[in-house]
């Protein structure tokens, strides 16, 4: 049974390029929230995905968006790069039933170094 | 305002036990969650509480109780490998898929 996963595993950008993250979920869940985590510091929520629309959002800019595709994996967006977007991405996935099965369960993550 | 609060680091002899203690103050509440996560690597789920009370699982057991906003994390026995940070995450609101507010972690560092 295939965990979470994402791509790529390290990526570095200079300030105001672009960037997409990926993510495929965990085989049988259909939710997708992705966090930033700075380091010494707990993830961030940004936004969580279901049914392809953006369900709710954390206090992110604009310049944070994503998209869920119909087989369930996602993509995150960052324009216009900041020395402050330098952080480790993580894509968790749930089932969205609820109860201990909502449990998120998270990938290894993509590092994003902004020079 | 959401708030999630542990203690930054704590330091352990091996075999001996550790109690990480979580307080929250959030918009609402809809389970507790404890993670470890490993230098570099992803979060992995260790417990769930949604009810007042222990919920044992192995060496590691978690308590809650509501009504004080507070949790705590028990590690027994501890082993070298359980150096990690632990964090304590909330899931929000009233709905069965609130976000989750994580804490900044305790870093848990178990000595020979």
């Known amino acids: 049974d295939a965990g979470v996963t994402q791509s790529p595993t390290h990526l570095i950008k200079t300030r105001g390029q672009q960037v997409t993250l990926r993510c495929s979920p965990k085989s049988g869940h259909d939710t997708v929230s992705w966090y930033q985590q700075a380091l010494g510091q707990g993830p961030q929520f940004i936004f969580q995905y279901y049914e392809e629309e953006e369900r709710q959002r954390g206090n992110f800019p604009d310049r944070f968006s994503g998209h869920q595709f119909p087989n369930y994996s996602s993509e995150l967006n960052v324009n216009a790069l900041l020395l402050g977007d330098s952080a480790l991405y993580l894509c968790?996935?749930?089932?969205?039933?609820?109860?201990?099965?909502?449990?998120?369960?998270f990938g290894p993550g993509t590092r994003l170094t902004v020079l | 305002g959401q708030n999630i609060d542990q203690p930054t680091e704590m330091t352990a002899t091996e075999g001996a036990i550790v109690q990480i203690n979580c307080t929250y103050q959030t918009s609402g509440f809809n389970g507790l969650f404890w993670y470890q996560q490993h230098a570099g690597e992803a979060p992995t789920f260790l417990s769930y509480?949604?009810?007042?009370g222990l919920e044992e699982k192995g060496r590691f057991s978690s308590f809650l109780s509501r009504s004080k906003g507070y949790s705590y994390l028990l590690l027994k026995e501890l082993q070298m490998k359980d150096s990690a940070s632990y964090l304590c995450a909330v899931r929000d609101g009233t709905d069965s898929w609130g976000k989750f507010q994580f804490g900044a972690g305790t870093q848990v560092v178990v000595t020979p």
């Open positions: 968790a996935s749930s089932l969205g039933a609820g109860g201990v099965s909502d449990t998120q369960y």
């Open positions: 509480n949604v009810l007042d």
